[in-house]
């Protein structure tokens, strides 16, 4: 005899949970102990309430252990008979047994939970429900709120409004009421400002960011090239790609040139990543396929795809503007200056001896003796004669009182006036043998000396002469008719359209890339080419060591104009996972 044990029970949605088990005896214990076959754990049921004993004949007898009986059937009992097949419900504290006869003559014995109206009454009391609305009326109540509180208020202030120019510093009041909880994430870092004034972007409601908004605060930023050539050079786009643009324009979102295309927001406080390699080379890999008039060659790879470098300088003397020139024509720069670099950096030389006499130096003369660099770090400041050349090149023209008196330099009638000023010619006598006296004579209030300042022209033709003063370092030259000398043309960047950090290279000598120890010639265009540079730098794909650099273009070149490109310190503390490639964005 065995007897097949059921229970069944339910969980908070209201799924059925059944569990069966064979006890393989003919008598089966009830209780709230834990040794019991059947363990009902309810404060209403004694340690060993009943028993269920099955005799030879199929009955089943059913013995109450304790004092506080069953319930058979409805009616209270302490001992009970149940015929074969007849079956019984029995109800012990909480739990219902209802007992049966299986078909494989087994008895079952199914336990469920009892939910009486008063349990179900004093559990009411305690349940939130009792004092609120019901669900659905719950739904509808906090649906209208949010509706009125972050819909019908926003719309509301939009439309009601006294309407306010674009503010992005949030200093204007009158801004819509909630907008910020429609956004989709948190801005930049850059913008991180405009948290609570979405209107400082989103100047249309339901219309896309558009570029006239944004130059509000970048005005400073000028276009990569002018936008129709910008759209001819462009790669084409996939099929899919085209139909993706065709509805985002539909729908008042700018062209695939536009600020947003690569500009995304909403992605999180992050900072902008440096364009990829790919980003650039999609469209100057093969651009002289789609713009035939371009002059330069096409790029896609530093290490090796990329032309020679095109510096702009003065290719002849008194030119008003400088020449783009390609460094493999070896051009040679007309700056109008003789300067031997070589006699100057000669640490064993005479220039070197007396730099190293000198205080301000006190040793042999360096580049940067005489080249500061811009506080941009693009390009050099002007070399200025007093302050880096008159230590040694002496403008010192006589004494005045407890101190000297300097030419002045820079312009040849400053030049004149000053040695008019040291030397001017005698003044013959107006009367032979006989001088003006009184008031008229030499050192008198209206003294003036009428002759021709014959040796102060002598002195100015003497300076400007090739091995004069003046001609130490300038080319002398004729203008007007007069002597002059031949105005000095130095750019102040010879790279217009790339970039170049000199601090970044700090650890390394100038002469390393500019051999100015060896220029023996002002001529001489003391630029390292492309090839000198990847020495040390190669594409982005490269392999870093301890001399390569993988170099993606935007390590050099900016998108916009004029601009920086992307720099890596200003990134150090940040993981790359964290930055968002936005310019990736714009793909064909």
């Known amino acids: 005899m065995a007897f097949l044990i059921r229970t069944v029970d339910h969980t908070s949605s209201g799924k059925e949970i059944v569990r069966d088990r064979t006890i393989p005896k003919t008598d089966v214990s009830i209780g709230r102990a834990a040794e019991n076959d059947i363990h009902l754990p309810d404060l209403a049921v004694e340690q060993h309430h009943i028993t269920v004993h099955s005799a030879s004949d199929s009955s089943l007898s059913i013995e109450a252990v304790g004092t506080l009986g069953f319930s058979l059937d409805g009616k209270t009992e302490t001992s009970a008979q149940i015929a074969p097949g007849a079956g019984g419900e029995l109800e012990v504290g909480s739990s219902r047994l209802t007992i049966e006869r299986a078909e494989d003559g087994v008895t079952l014995i199914t336990i469920t939970q009892v939910e009486t109206e008063s349990d179900r009454d004093i559990l009411r009391g305690f349940a939130l429900e009792s004092a609120l609305p019901s669900k659905r009326a719950m739904s509808w109540i906090f649906a209208g709120i949010v509706l009125v509180a972050l819909l019908a208020i926003p719309v509301a202030t939009h439309l009601f409004r006294t309407p306010v120019e674009n503010d992005p510093k949030g200093e204007t009041p009158g801004q819509v009421v909630f907008d910020s909880t429609w956004s989709t994430g948190e801005l930049s870092m850059a913008h991180h400002s405009l948290e609570e004034n ?11 960011v558009q570029d006239t908004t944004c130059l509000t605060c970048h005005e400073e930023i000028d276009d ?7 759209a001819k050079g462009m790669a084409p786009f996939s099929t899919g790609d085209a139909i993706q643009w065709s509805i985002a324009q539909t729908l008042g ?60 300088f003065y290719t002849a003397y008194g030119n008003d503007n400088p020449d783009r020139v390609s460094l493999a024509n070896n051009p040679v720069e007309m700056s109008g200056l003789k300067f031997p670099h070589d006699i100057h950096m000669d640490e064993q030389g005479g220039a070197a001896r007396m730099a190293i006499s000198l205080g301000k130096y006190g040793a042999p003369l360096e580049c940067s003796d005489c080249h500061e660099e ?52 005698p003044r013959r006598s107006i009367v032979n043998g006989r001088t003006r006296p009184g008031q008229f004579a030499q050192g008198g209030r209206y003294y003036s000396n009428f002759g021709r300042p014959v040796a102060s022209y002598l002195s100015l033709t003497n300076a400007l002469r090739p091995d004069g003063l003046c001609g130490e370092c300038h080319l002398p030259t004729t203008t007007n008719g007069r002597a002059d000398v031949m105005p000095v043309n130095l750019p102040d960047r010879f790279l217009h359209q790339g970039y170049f950090d000199h601090a970044a290279h700090e650890d390394e000598s100038c002469t390393d890339c500019h051999a100015a120890d060896t220029s023996k010639e002002a001529m001489d265009l003391l630029l390292p080419d492309v090839e000198s540079c990847r020495d040390c730098h190669l594409g982005e794909t490269a392999v870093k060591t301890e001399k390569i650099v993988p170099s993606g273009c935007a390590m050099c070149h900016g998108y916009h104009t004029p601009t920086m490109p992307w720099r890596p310190e200003d990134h150090q503390n940040e993981s790359p996972a964290n930055l968002i490639a936005t310019l990736e964005r714009i793909k064909r």
């Open 198 to 208: 979405c209107e400082a972007c989103h100047a249309t409601p339901f219309v896309s």
């Open 224 to 230: 990569h090239a002018e936008m129709p050539r910008q």
């Open 253 to 312: 979102k700018e062209g695939p040139l536009g600020c947003v295309s690569c500009h995304t927001e909403h992605e999180g406080p992050v900072k902008l990543e440096a364009a990829s390699e790919k980003f650039c080379a999609d469209c100057h890999d093969a651009l002289d396929t789609r713009l035939t008039d371009v002059d330069f060659t096409n790029a896609s790879d530093f290490g090796e795809k990329h032309p020679q470098f095109r510096p702009a």
């Open 374 to 425: 811009t506080d941009d770090r693009i390009g050099f400041k002007p070399v200025e004669m007093e302050a880096s050349c008159e230590s040694c090149h002496s403008l010192v023209s006589g004494r005045s009182g407890a101190g000297f008196t300097n030419l002045r330099h820079g312009d040849i009638d400053d030049l004149r006036e000053d040695l008019m000023r040291l030397d001017r010619g």
